[in-house]
């Protein structure tokens, strides 16, 4: 088959997602695609999970010395043979006919990258379930994962992106950033003429392999960055981007308004608030346990988000920090 698709997938350590990943890529419909597996400086050998699937899979394994995925992508793609680049996280898992439907799109959607859905495999555990159904739910920031609807313009993610090579090529690919680094390059695109389209028949299981704990610095880390694109990308800026951070301090007004005042209007908000999540995600995943879950994972989400944006906010406007002085550890030295 005509070889039109290069998949890159940066990676760095975890060879048990890369198996799964590379398992689902071996029995895609359309066999007409490369893969390029970047390892991204990792403390485990990847080349006996790479052995296992150079029969299956046209693929190729590069290795370079540790320095965020954006790089790592850029690595993958200056190596790519073919027209269209496909980006996928390490952690998720496709369908059969991905491939496939991509280049069916391609066709009919007029577009210059495209992105696709993010949800939840039947197999996952609750935990993942929960979290899947936050990053994706109408009742937090994470719609525009799941639904076209959600957003009028849609801004790919990098764990199911695709971009035409001759584009990522003309705004020099992933910039420094090591975190938002994808809407960093979906702006990039617009800002130059390019468009973005959703498809979606190539949605994704996004296995996210995290506990609470750590999904809630992940999150962190997303609001932190949103204030940093905003500064480098005025244009796109809205004002749903800080409602997190209202949430947060609409929280703390609600125990204050309860204390001072004896009084419980605003915390009755948040009540039906948790309400409506609970019952939202009792309708989607039809598990009352999940249901249960997805309300800590929310707030989760809603808190550690907007705490960051907040955090960064301040840095940046108030106290007129650089980016790169505030949060050193977003960007490749």
């Known amino acids: 088959m005509l070889q039109t698709i290069s998949i890159i997938i940066a990676i760095y350590n975890r060879k048990d997602e890369l198996?799964?990943?590379l398992n689902s890529l071996s029995h895609q419909t359309d066999t007409g695609f490369e893969v390029i597996?970047?390892?991204?400086?990792?403390?485990?050998d990847l080349n006996p999970t790479i052995s296992l699937f150079e029969e299956s899979l046209h693929i190729q394994l590069f290795r370079k010395q540790n320095g965020g995925p954006g790089l790592a992508r850029n690595y993958g793609a200056k190596r790519a043979k073919n027209e269209w680049l496909v980006f996928l996280d390490s952690d998720v898992i496709v369908e059969k006919n991905y491939v496939e439907n991509i280049k069916k799109d391609v066709e009919e959607?007029?577009?210059?990258a495209f992105g696709g859905a993010d949800k939840a495999h039947k197999g996952f555990n609750l935990m993942q379930k929960a979290i899947s159904y936050s990053m994706t739910s109408i009742f937090t920031t994470g719609g525009i994962r799941g639904n076209k609807k959600a957003v009028i313009r849609f801004q790919p993610r990098s764990f199911n992106m695709g971009v035409r090579k001759s584009a990522f090529e003309e705004?020099?690919?992933f910039s420094e950033m090591r975190i938002g680094e994808d809407p960093d390059l979906s702006m990039k695109l617009w800002e130059n003429g390019f468009n973005t389209a959703f498809f979606d028949n190539i949605g994704v299981y996004h296995k996210r392999r995290v506990?609470?704990?750590q999904f809630s610095k992940q999150v962190y880390q997303f609001g932190c960055a949103r204030p940093i694109l905003n500064q480098r990308h005025p244009r796109y800026v809205k004002v749903s981007f800080a409602f997190p951070s209202l949430f947060l301090i609409g929280y703390v007004l609600g125990f204050i308004e309860y204390f001072a005042l004896q009084r419980g209007f605003i915390l009755a908000m948040y009540g039906i608030?948790?309400?409506?999540?609970f019952f939202h995600a009792l309708y989607k995943t039809r598990n009352i346990s999940i249901a249960a879950m997805a309300i800590i994972s929310t707030y989760i989400q809603m808190f550690s988000y907007g705490y960051g944006f907040l955090k960064s906010w301040v840095l940046l406007n108030i106290f007129r920090k650089k980016p790169q002085d505030a949060f050193?550890?977003?960007?490749?030295?």
């Open 109 to 112: 959607i007029p577009c210059d």
């Open 211 to 213: 506990d609470f704990g």
């Open 37 to 44: 597996v970047v390892d991204d400086g990792s403390q485990v």
């Open 328 to 333: 050193p550890h977003h960007f490749n030295s």
């Open 19 to 21: 198996f799964e990943l």
């Open 171 to 173: 705004v020099n690919g």
């Open 273 to 277: 608030y948790t309400f409506l999540v």
